[in-house]
Structures are given as C-alpha cells and as structure tokens.
C-alpha cells in the first residue's frame, strides 16, 4: 500500500502578492474577491509545493454530491435502476471526479507510457466492470479481445487473487495486495506501447490513483509512493459504491459488515469471464 497525503494547510496570501491562480494579478484584485482559497500538500519530488485551490476542489465534491442524492441515494421506496441508466450515471460521475482530480496531475510524475501502476491489485464494483466488458465487446476487434482472453487465462493461473475479498480481514487483504504488485505483472488491458486499452473506462480505483513521489519509487517500492486523499475521489467512491447496489441485476451482489451492506469489489481478473460475455455474478 502507498502512504497517503492528508494534510492540508492553508496558504495565506497578502493582498500584494501575485495571485496563485498565474493570472498576473494582485491576489486582492482576484480570487481574493472571488472568494477562492489554496492550500498545500506539501512537496512533490521536484520539491516543488503542491498547492491547490481548495474552494474548487469543494465545489466540485458538492457538486458530485448533489448529483448523486439526486440520482442515487434519493430513489423512492425500494425503487431499482436498469443497467444502461446505472452506466450513464457511472460515467457522469467519472467525469465529475475527473473534474476534481485535474488540478493535481501537473505535480505527478505519472505520464502515458509510464504504466508502473498498472501491476498494482486494482479492484472494483461490479457496474464498473459492467462498463469495461461493454466497452471492450463494442469497440475491441476479435485480435485485440483475444489477446485480452489470453492475458486474462494466463493471470488467473499464476496471479494469487479471491473473488471474494470481502472475507478476508485486512492483515490478509493487505498481505495480498503487496503479493499480487510484487509480481509486477502488468494489468491484461495494457497494450504495447504502455498505454490503457480501456482508459475511457478505467475503473475509480485506476482514476484516483495519482502520486506525488519519483517515478523510480513507483517502479521500485510501491510502498514509499505518497499519494493524495483526494475529496472528490472519496465522494465518487461512496456513490459508485451505492450506485452498484441499486442496480437491479446487481442489488444482490452485496455483503454486511458491522450492520452495514457494503458493494461486493472484485479484482479486474476475477470479474471478468474468458469471453467477456458476462461478468462475474457469484455470491
């Protein structure tokens, strides 16, 4: 696991400095007055200072939440939602995380081609994986799934996962997680030239994964990789998260913790059947 970023200090800007948006302005004459606030995370591994306007990462989290009380959390009585109306919801929820997330990425490392991360255990709920076995029977041709078909057979045989994470304690699920990235086996979706063959659709977990250290730590030591607690991202994960378990084909793939019903969340592999025909639906 990477070592997460979560303190945010605020930065304070006399009326004379330059405003930090790069507008040229005197912060006074502009987001001053327009009511906008950056903070800091700290250094990235340029030693470069993360800042970061805080009053638009918060507007976008309550813009994400506004859309999902709305779409989600707010359906009447018992009240389910069909596949393709869930997906449109999905997407609409990606792009708003997107939104949240933009802002960060000119402090990472992480470029196209880089693909260090894409070995790592990447898990995700079951509209999600609904979303990329789609996307790949729409817009694959038959070399390019039979490829994935191959990459898929060969990394259920040799990669130690369980569709059934939810009964592990975290001891366990953390011991797996560092098994599965120190194969450093590259996700089935990776193509040649280190890009994502799904990236239009890569799932949450994929999307809120940015990181603040050297590119060398990530191809080194998964563990001394500092990364962002994100808000938008953690508000878009409890949406997905209820949006998967309103989803009438997928309501009964849930678990209870602590009184709790809780999504069930898969690895990439193990939701994926070798003709991507349908997913994984197994309690």
């Keep these: 696991m990477s070592n997460v970023l979560i303190k945010e200090k605020k930065i304070k800007l006399k009326d004379e400095n330059l405003c930090l948006c790069g507008s040229g302005i005197f912060y006074e004459e502009c987001c001053k007055s327009k009511k906008q606030e950056y903070y800091t995370l700290g250094k990235n591994y340029e ?6 306007n805080h009053t638009y990462n918060m507007e976008v989290y309550d813009e994400i939440t506004d859309y999902a009380m709305s779409n989600i959390f707010n359906l009447e009585g018992q009240a389910v939602l069909s596949i393709s109306k869930s997906l449109g919801i999905l997407n609409n929820l990606y792009n708003k995380v997107n939104k949240g997330i933009e802002q960060f990425a000119e402090f990472a490392p992480c470029r196209k081609g880089c693909s260090s ?17 789609r996307y790949v029977v729409e817009n694959k041709n038959n070399k390019e799934i039979n490829l994935y078909k191959e990459k898929l057979n060969t990394m259920k045989e040799t990669m130690e996962t369980t569709s059934r994470p939810y009964e592990l304690d975290k001891k366990d699920l953390d011991k797996l997680y560092y098994k599965y990235a ?12 280190g890009g994502c063959g799904v990236y ?45 378990m309103v989803t009438g084909r997928y309501k009964n793939l849930i678990y209870i913790n602590q009184g709790e019903k809780n999504p069930i969340k898969r690895p990439l592999i193990e939701w994926f059947k070798d003709d991507f025909e349908d997913i994984n639906r197994e309690i």
């Design 117 to 133: 991360c894409c070995s790592l255990y990447v898990d995700c709920t079951a509209i999600e994986a609904e979303n990329i076995r």
């Design 47 to 52: 030693d470069r200072d993360i800042i970061f």
């Design 200 to 244: 239009e659709v890569r799932p949450l977990s994929c999307r809120k994964f940015i990181v603040f250290s050297s590119e060398e730590k990530c191809r080194n030591s998964i563990s001394e990789v500092v990364s962002p607690n994100l808000a938008p991202a953690n508000i878009g994960r409890l949406s997905i998260d209820h949006l998967s």
């Design 182 to 193: 120190s194969k450093k086996t590259s996700c089935m979706f990776l193509n040649a030239e």
